[in-house]
């Protein structure tokens, strides 16, 4: 017997126990610091290790890899494919961290064509596949006749081919487009409030720095009467991560929490293709969950309005399991793809109207770069060296291929999560109680 090479044993944060973990064998347990060492020199005198896959069959695991990876697969197979949709990189507001604005100006607009050609493209290539349309930006929901004319048309052929739509925007114009959304199928809607007031309206302006937050406010009330669902995201860097508690109170005090068609999520403000952010500003992934930790433990409340995932924590908490093991975590051109009103066809959200990054177009005439896609397609831990030998690649997965090939020029290259101390927070905020 040895050591399986999945095991992943974290010290538990503001504790002496550990939290051991085989997302191979789907368990998970908190053992003390001598029953570490057992486990380390193959000591199992009760035969618990054994039991649990920590100890294993060399040979055995291999077979059982192989089998969780063809599950794998197979089930992504299956999976719902999100196709997003960009109308416009054009936006109403000028945030202060914009990544956008690295990118050039297209000289062309979005017309009916295009939209058919969009749908009728994604009839062939994504026949019989469970699929909906995410529409993304700039701000899809620009104020002004001939952009509703165009969202209104969208959502009458989306309506057509029987797809639930989602969006994502800013807010600003979204109550004035609540009755438009109400004739098709919405998914949810995705908006951004980057703290309470003061704090929002510092980061998240128009243009001339006039403030946000309000109208944002009124659409989010107008859209959960609605019956539409909101995703309410917050974007965090060192300069309002701290308005965490705050935004939380107002949310909960608003009555939002406390509705079914309500969600939340924190997006970190990092660096990908471009930022205005300077890089003092930025948090890395341990660091700002290390900081929601301690956040959380002085406001309890905040869980009211967001609880971090802390990897998988969060799942073994609320379901007493462990997860599939997470042989890729990087949708791109498979259960993902996007598309913009110029007829380009890329990757996923990471890449979309980025020069370089185009894998082919459905508009005028269909083309595909087949070579490329299949880079994006191959990708998982079975195809990236660093991986092969990494003790936490089935809780990481790989990360995301767009920023590893930034980073590293590949895609077939990591973009390594620190699994290992979200783990630690999590197993003491969950797991340790």
């Known amino acids: 017997m040895a050591v399986s090479k999945h095991n992943i044993i974290v010290p538990i944060k503001d504790s002496e126990e550990f939290l051991i973990v085989n997302p191979l064998q789907k368990t998970a347990d908190i053992i003390s610091e001598n029953e570490k060492n057992m486990l380390k020199n193959n000591l199992d005198p009760t035969g618990e290790f054994t039991a649990q896959g920590y100890l294993t069959d060399e040979a055995k695991e291999k077979r059982a890899f192989k089998m969780a990876y063809l599950d794998f697969t197979e089930k992504r197979e299956a999976d719902e494919t999100q196709l997003f949709f960009v109308p416009n990189y054009s936006c109403n507001f000028a945030c202060s961290y914009c990544y956008q604005e690295g990118y050039e100006p297209v000289k062309q607009t979005l017309n009916k064509d295009i939209i058919d050609a969009?749908?009728?493209?994604?009839?062939?290539?994504?026949?019989?596949?469970r699929k909906y349309v995410t529409v993304f930006g700039g701000e899809p929901l620009l104020p002004g006749e001939n952009q509703r004319k165009l969202i209104a048309y969208f959502l009458q052929k989306a309506n057509e081919f029987r797809l639930d739509v989602a969006f994502v925007t800013n807010g600003y114009t979204?109550?004035?487009?609540?009755?438009?959304?109400?004739?098709?199928?919405?998914?949810?809607?995705?908006v951004t409030l980057d703290g309470t007031q003061e704090i929002h309206d510092s980061r998240r302006y128009m243009k001339g720095k006039l403030p946000t937050f309000?109208?944002?406010?009124?659409?989010?009330?107008?859209?959960?009467?609605?019956g539409i669902n909101i995703n309410l995201r917050m974007v965090v860097d060192k300069e309002n991560i701290d308005n965490l508690a705050d935004l939380s109170r107002f949310a909960i005090d608003r009555g939002w929490t406390?509705?079914?068609?309500?969600?939340?999520q924190i997006g970190r403000n990092y660096e990908l293709h471009f930022c205005n952010s300077t890089p003092d500003r930025l948090f890395d992934r341990a660091t700002l969950y290390g900081h929601i930790y301690e956040l959380m433990k002085k406001h309890?409340?905040?869980?009211?309005?967001?609880?971090?995932?802390?990897?998988i924590a969060k799942y073994i908490s609320e379901n007493g399991a462990l997860p599939t093991p997470l042989f890729d975590s990087c949708p791109a051109c498979k259960t993902e793809w996007a598309?913009?009103?110029?007829?380009?066809?890329?990757?996923?959200?990471?890449?979309?109207?980025?020069?370089?990054?185009?894998?082919?177009?459905?508009?005028?005439?269909?083309?595909?770069n087949e070579n490329i896609i299949e880079e994006w397609q191959s990708r998982d831990i079975t195809t990236i060296e660093k991986c092969k030998t990494c003790d936490v690649a089935l809780a990481c997965g790989g990360g995301c291929a767009s920023v590893a090939k930034n980073k590293n020029g590949h895609v077939n290259t990591p973009d390594c999560r620190p699994i290992k101390e979200l783990l630690s927070l999590g197993a003491a905020y969950y797991l340790n109680r």
């Open 214 to 226: 309000d109208k944002i406010v009124t659409g989010v009330d107008a859209c959960l009467e609605a």
């Open 258 to 264: 406390k509705s079914s068609l309500f969600k939340t």
């Open 339 to 368: 598309f913009d009103y110029t007829g380009t066809i890329y990757s996923c959200t990471a890449t979309v109207g980025k020069k370089g990054e185009e894998l082919g177009t459905f508009y005028p005439k269909v083309t595909k």
């Open 300 to 311: 309890p409340y905040i869980a009211e309005f967001y609880k971090p995932a802390y990897s």
């Open 174 to 190: 979204l109550a004035e487009y609540v009755e438009l959304l109400k004739t098709a199928s919405i998914r949810e809607v995705q």
């Open 118 to 129: 969009f749908f009728d493209y994604i009839k062939v290539e994504f026949a019989g596949k």
